[in-house]
Each structure stands twice: as structure tokens, then as C-alpha cells.
């Protein structure tokens, strides 16, 4: 006793499968940019935090002295170009008054603006310590999950050496998937529905991400070696219940067309390919071989070798041998 299900087509996703690789839509190496001694962590690794939060706390005292002494530098130079400027008051009177040769007052003219110049550069000074200072706390970039830690606190590091990478941060919403599709795929996609496809996820356990995803990249070139056309696509991730880095079952949707669906548990693969079992108009089973496309939740689309009022044979498949006389019922 068989079930069989007699086909006919019906309206179905355009689609096109894949194989793809999620990844952060943000990725960046969080680093010291300036050298000293870690302190203090103050993140747990692979929390996720936001944009600014500290990370990192370096030791402080020698820049605090750096930017003392900047200071310090810079109001010396402001004493000294009050002086410069009234010297030059003072001597321009004279030289009105040609008490003085004009040389003189084009001297202090010069001075004064020396004067000038030297306490701009001691501001700048200051603020570079200012700034080497503030890089003393290292915070987070982006919002995003954090990684592990590469320097234990105690470690010297140095903006210019390996020590410099800290951790890593990666933004995991909304995700990213990458995958390829083949040159045929990508022009049957380009046709019926380009950037707009909606993309849609099938994990390792072999449940449906909810959430769809947009195509937010596609190459513009065709790798010679694989013929395949890469691809990248936007999913949001509030919960990040996906993380960057696991492998995924991408299904591309471009549109409907009408088309034959037969559950996958009617298909049998054998040296020949993909074939299904139907009953002959003597009740006897016979072998068709099909062309099978994408997979469509628990079926199979069916793009070559049946046609609408065909009868399918989709339980009991292992006692089945061709010509053998069978008893039906209809599918539930």
C-alpha cells in the first residue's frame, strides 16, 4: 500500500541555493596608540558593548608629567612673547619719533612675531600631551560583541610593535552573509528581481532564520576558476542569535513561476541521477528521472520530468522495484 500525490503545478519562489559564511557587518582590531603599561581591563571578553565604552585603562603618570611640563612650556612662551610685544610698542613710539633707528624696531617687530610663533608651537604641545593622555583609555570604536583580550594587564605595549592589537570588536547587527552564486544563477537573478531578491537562511540544524535578509553587494566580475559570482547579503540580528563565522544554507528568492513541487521524501537519488516513482495507468510502478531545483521548506522543485496529473509515489519507496504492481491511496 502506497500513498501518491498527483502533481500540478503551482505558484513558486524563483530561487537560487547557496552555501555562505556569516560575518560581522563591522569588523575592527581595537589597538594601543600609544606605549605603556596595561592597568586595568574593563570589559568581560565577549560582551557586547557600546560605542565609547572603556576597554582598556594605560598607565597615566607619564604623560600626566608630559602635559605638566607642556604647560609649563607654553606659559613660559606666552611670558615671553607679553614681553616681545611690549618691547615693540614701546619701541615703535621711539621710532615714530625717530628716536631710534628703524632697525631697531624692525627687530622687535621680528621678535615679536618669533614670540608668536614659539608659543603657538608650545600650545601645540600641549595638545598633543593632551591628546597621548587621553589615548591612555582605550575605548570601543563601535558598538559591537568584544573578543578576547591579546595583552594581559601588566604588559607593556607600543603602538608600533605586535603588542599594540588589544581585542577585537565585531558589530554583529545586522550580519552579514557572504556566498556565490554560478554566472547562470546570477543572470536568472539579475532578471527576475536584482538587489531587491529577498535572501533567507537555513541553519546547521536545519531551522529557518525568521528574519529575511537584502542583497547588499554582488561582484561585478566572474571568477575565472570557480564561475561563480560573489555575493553578500544583510540580515538583522537583534538577538544575535547568529554569530560571524558559522556556515549557513542560503536561498536567494527573485520573484514566482509556476512549477511542479514533489516533498523531498518522493526523491531518490541514484547512479543516474535524481528520479522519483509514479504509478502507471496499470497501478505498476515505474522509475522517472527529474531534474530537480531548489529546495522549497520539506519539497523539491521539480524543473524537468513531470507534468501536471502525474501520480507520485511518496511513501514506502525502499520495497519498490519497477513494474511491480502496487495498491494506492491518496496522500494525506
Given at each position: 500500500m502506497v500513498s501518491v500525490l498527483a502533481v500540478a503545478p503551482r505558484q513558486v519562489p524563483v530561487a537560487f541555493a547557496a552555501i555562505g559564511r556569516t560575518e560581522g557587518s563591522r569588523e575592527v582590531q581595537v589597538r594601543a596608540r600609544v606605549a605603556g603599561i596595561i592597568e586595568q581591563q574593563l570589559y568581560s571578553e565577549g560582551d557586547a558593548v557600546q560605542a565609547g565604552a572603556p576597554l582598556f585603562r594605560l598607565e597615566r603618570a607619564p604623560f600626566e608629567i608630559d602635559l605638566a611640563q607642556a604647560r609649563a612650556a607654553f606659559a613660559q612662551e606666552t611670558a615671553r612673547h607679553d614681553l616681545a610685544q611690549q618691547e615693540l610698542a614701546r619701541l615703535k613710539g621711539l621710532a615714530d619719533r625717530r628716536a631710534i633707528s628703524q632697525k631697531e624696531a624692525d627687530q622687535a617687530a621680528s621678535g615679536a612675531r618669533q614670540s608668536a610663533a614659539a608659543a603657538q608651537m608650545a600650545q601645540a604641545r600641549v595638545r598633543q600631551a593632551e591628546l597621548n593622555l587621553s589615548y591612555?583609555?582605550?575605548?570601543?570604536?563601535?558598538?559591537?560583541?568584544?573578543?578576547?583580550a591579546q595583552q594581559s594587564i601588566g604588559s607593556l605595549v607600543s603602538p608600533t610593535a605586535e603588542?599594540?592589537?588589544?581585542?577585537?570588536?565585531?558589530?554583529a547587527h545586522p550580519l552579514w552573509v557572504r556566498f556565490a552564486l554560478s554566472e547562470a544563477e546570477f543572470s536568472g537573478l539579475r532578471r527576475n528581481a536584482g538587489k531587491a531578491a529577498e535572501v533567507r537562511l537555513e541553519l546547521a540544524d536545519g531551522t529557518v532564520y525568521p528574519a529575511p535578509g537584502r542583497i547588499n553587494f554582488s561582484g561585478s566580475t566572474v571568477d575565472a576558476a570557480t564561475g561563480t559570482v560573489q555575493m553578500r547579503a544583510e540580515l538583522?540580528?537583534?538577538?544575535?542569535?547568529?554569530?560571524?563565522g558559522q556556515y549557513v544554507r542560503v536561498q536567494v528568492v527573485a520573484g514566482t513561476q509556476q512549477a511542479i513541487v514533489v516533498p523531498q521524501t518522493a526523491v531518490s537519488q541514484g547512479q543516474g541521477g535524481r528520479f522519483v516513482w509514479l504509478?502507471?495507468?496499470?497501478g505498476k510502478a515505474i522509475q522517472r528521472p527529474i531534474r530537480a531545483g531548489n529546495w522549497l521548506a520539506g519539497n523539491w522543485v521539480v524543473e524537468d520530468g513531470l507534468k501536471a496529473g502525474d501520480s507520485v509515489i511518496v511513501d514506502n519507496l525502499i520495497r519498490l522495484r519497477p513494474g511491480?504492481?502496487?495498491?494506492?491511496?491518496?496522500?494525506?
Amino acid at each position: 500500500m502506497v500513498s501518491v500525490l498527483a502533481v500540478a503545478p503551482r505558484q513558486v519562489p524563483v530561487a537560487f541555493a547557496a552555501i555562505g559564511r556569516t560575518e560581522g557587518s563591522r569588523e575592527v582590531q581595537v589597538r594601543a596608540r600609544v606605549a605603556g603599561i596595561i592597568e586595568q581591563q574593563l570589559y568581560s571578553e565577549g560582551d557586547a558593548v557600546q560605542a565609547g565604552a572603556p576597554l582598556f585603562r594605560l598607565e597615566r603618570a607619564p604623560f600626566e608629567i608630559d602635559l605638566a611640563q607642556a604647560r609649563a612650556a607654553f606659559a613660559q612662551e606666552t611670558a615671553r612673547h607679553d614681553l616681545a610685544q611690549q618691547e615693540l610698542a614701546r619701541l615703535k613710539g621711539l621710532a615714530d619719533r625717530r628716536a631710534i633707528s628703524q632697525k631697531e624696531a624692525d627687530q622687535a617687530a621680528s621678535g615679536a612675531r618669533q614670540s608668536a610663533a614659539a608659543a603657538q608651537m608650545a600650545q601645540a604641545r600641549v595638545r598633543q600631551a593632551e591628546l597621548n593622555l587621553s589615548y591612555t583609555q582605550v575605548n570601543a570604536p563601535i558598538g559591537g560583541v568584544t573578543g578576547r583580550a591579546q595583552q594581559s594587564i601588566g604588559s607593556l605595549v607600543s603602538p608600533t610593535a605586535e603588542s599594540a592589537l588589544l581585542t577585537t570588536l565585531t558589530r554583529a547587527h545586522p550580519l552579514w552573509v557572504r556566498f556565490a552564486l554560478s554566472e547562470a544563477e546570477f543572470s536568472g537573478l539579475r532578471r527576475n528581481a536584482g538587489k531587491a531578491a529577498e535572501v533567507r537562511l537555513e541553519l546547521a540544524d536545519g531551522t529557518v532564520y525568521p528574519a529575511p535578509g537584502r542583497i547588499n553587494f554582488s561582484g561585478s566580475t566572474v571568477d575565472a576558476a570557480t564561475g561563480t559570482v560573489q555575493m553578500r547579503a544583510e540580515l538583522p540580528n537583534p538577538k544575535l542569535e547568529l554569530l560571524p563565522g558559522q556556515y549557513v544554507r542560503v536561498q536567494v528568492v527573485a520573484g514566482t513561476q509556476q512549477a511542479i513541487v514533489v516533498p523531498q521524501t518522493a526523491v531518490s537519488q541514484g547512479q543516474g541521477g535524481r528520479f522519483v516513482w509514479l504509478v502507471s495507468a496499470e497501478g505498476k510502478a515505474i522509475q522517472r528521472p527529474i531534474r530537480a531545483g531548489n529546495w522549497l521548506a520539506g519539497n523539491w522543485v521539480v524543473e524537468d520530468g513531470l507534468k501536471a496529473g502525474d501520480s507520485v509515489i511518496v511513501d514506502n519507496l525502499i520495497r519498490l522495484r519497477p513494474g511491480i504492481a502496487v495498491q494506492v491511496k491518496n496522500a494525506s
